[in-house]
């Protein structure tokens, strides 16, 4: 799933300034699942705005909401008359949900609450790995499951390159693991090391502006569209 | 001859060939370059200019390696993936041949993260093996990647790539050099060669695949200048092993006396590395120490250079 983390306070205040009536709208898809913008994230920005206008002595009011998903455009209707009533809304989705939201709403400022970060998986509560680029070209079934796109520091498909370490991690400080150096244990455990021996060509990048999905099944629905 | 390059044609004839690099300014002195690079001449077949080593912004590889040949010093152009996309390597290579540079090092290049630009967005396109095989096409087949069209002009160009046999995973690490040796590598330089009994190893699986037949080896050598030095390179240099016996003796040497000793080491290495069946040359990494490349050469008992027509 998408993990997102919130925004310095002091940013999302300069993001509002000037906004006397906040709408904070929480997502419960992937930011809730990596506790950045649930329903007690929501809540805990919305405190947090109030406690800082109340310090700085400037009039806020602060709304919260959380929606199913904010990667949806029918599921934004429940934000529809709290979003009527306010000068600005924050959202607590990631990225796209948070495009997605201004898109609904074009008339009144979007702002994201949170920096998206990556795809991901959970390693323990609150403790997150990046595992995919959404490169749109899997290669897993070579690698033995490990990304090179996303694991290798360089991206490289040809790997490793000449800084592995003697512990098996990357040049790179960290301490992160290299994925070449993973890629090939795991394969010599597997007995498929004939894999890494066929040189990798270029990357294809599908890099054309935002990219569009349609369904196998769906594509005489959305031929007109 | 693929390019006509006086280090393809020192090799070529048989001799065991010396390179040595050179550290582009941070700055766009000439002079500096031209210092440089007359401390070299005569001292090495060819000089590998650095392309933003360490990812610390200095004057380009392709203007410093056009100053060589205007120079009359042969110059290898060092290519890092990290920097540039797919369109603007292959517009440097096609560049760089037209300014009479005829050696190419293709290189992966020291992450962004290392550098004075830690903010910088990474590139890496292409991977350094992947870059030798764009520019055997490039040279053989006269065409780009992915295209059908005929290059307007030849590609002269002599290709290598670096191997190092000294990061992990081991065993893969001649099978990771046979990889560039058939994506078109004509030779490589390798990390710089502390360890020769590793280093032996690594030659005979390399000479096992077959790989001297089609691709030099020239190995790498860095001379130590101090026990300071030493330490940083252990502590701090990954995929750089140096054995505690040379660490002792750096760390032994008397005081003002660390580059003797180290100097003495990299002569001792080189005689040890000449003895290893399919090392054809070696590759003098004198960091910002170019003035000793000629006494190094020297004592190696590998000047005057050969002249081969």
């Known amino acids: ?225 | 001859m693929k390019s006509g390059s006086n280090l393809e044609k020192v090799l070529e004839a048989g001799h065991f060939a010396v390179t040595a690099e050179l550290g582009p300014p941070a700055g766009s002195d000439v002079e500096y370059v031209r210092k440089k690079a007359e401390l070299l001449r005569g001292a090495v077949d060819a000089v590998n200019v650095t392309d933003n080593q360490t990812a610390v912004v200095r004057m380009s590889s392709a203007a410093v390696s056009a100053l060589l040949v205007q120079m009359g010093i042969e110059p290898v152009m060092q290519m890092v993936c990290r920097d540039r996309n797919r369109i603007a390597m292959q517009s440097d290579i096609l560049g760089a041949v037209a300014l009479g540079i005829r050696n190419l090092t293709c290189l992966t290049g020291d992450h962004q993260g290392f550098g004075n630009q830690a903010g910088a967005k990474k590139v890496y396109d292409l991977d350094s093996v992947q870059l030798v095989s764009a520019a055997r096409r490039m040279r053989d087949e006269h065409r780009l990647l992915g295209s059908e069209e005929d290059l307007l002009g030849q590609v002269p160009l002599f290709i290598g790539a670096a191997a190092n046999p000294f990061a992990k995973p081991y065993e893969f690490r001649a099978l990771r050099l046979a990889k560039k040796a058939e994506a078109g590598a004509d030779y490589v330089q390798t990390q710089c060669v502390f360890d020769v009994a590793m280093f032996a190893e690594w030659m005979k699986a390399v000479r096992d695949l077959g790989v001297t037949k089609k691709c030099r080896i020239l190995a790498g050598v860095i001379p130590l200048k101090s026990a300071g030095m030493t330490r940083y390179m252990v502590e701090n240099v990954p995929g750089v092993i140096i054995p505690e016996e040379i660490q002792k003796r750096m760390a032994d040497a008397p005081k003002g006396k660390g580059s003797e000793v180290g100097l003495a080491i990299c002569a001792e290495i080189i005689q040890q590395l000449r003895a290893i069946e399919g090392v054809s040359g070696i590759h003098i990494m004198a960091i910002e120490w170019e003035q000793k490349v000629r006494q190094i050469v020297e004592t190696a008992r590998l000047l005057p250079r050969p002249q081969v027509a």
């Open chain 1, 1 to 225: 799933m998408v993990k997102a983390t919130r925004k310095p306070l002091e940013q999302i205040v300069e993001m509002v300034k000037g906004y006397q009536r906040v709408l904070v709208v929480g997502c419960g898809g992937c930011s809730s699942v990596c506790l950045a913008g649930g329903q007690r994230e929501t809540q805990e920005l919305a405190q947090d705005l109030l406690e800082h206008a109340r310090s700085a002595k400037v009039p806020r009011q602060c709304d919260t909401l959380v929606v199913e998903r904010q990667c949806n455009p029918e599921l934004l209707q429940e934000a529809e008359e709290q979003a009527r009533n306010a000068d600005c809304i924050i959202s607590m989705a990631c990225g796209a949900g948070a495009g997605l939201m201004a898109d609904a709403f074009p008339t009144t400022p979007v702002v994201p609450g949170l920096d998206t970060m990556f795809i991901g998986v959970d390693r323990d509560v609150g403790y997150y790995e990046e595992r995919c680029r959404s490169c749109g070209t899997c290669m897993l079934g070579d690698t033995g499951g490990i990304c090179p796109v996303t694991r290798c520091s360089k991206g490289v498909l040809n790997g490793p390159c000449g800084g592995t370490k003697e512990d098996g991690s990357c040049e790179l400080a960290g301490g992160i693991h290299c994925a070449w150096h993973d890629i090939h244990e795991r394969l010599k455990g597997q007995g498929r090391l004939d894999k890494l021996l066929i040189v990798r060509p270029p990357m294809e990048w599908v890099d054309r502006g935002p990219r569009v999905l349609v369904q196998k099944g769906y594509e005489e629905r959305y031929a007109k569209k």
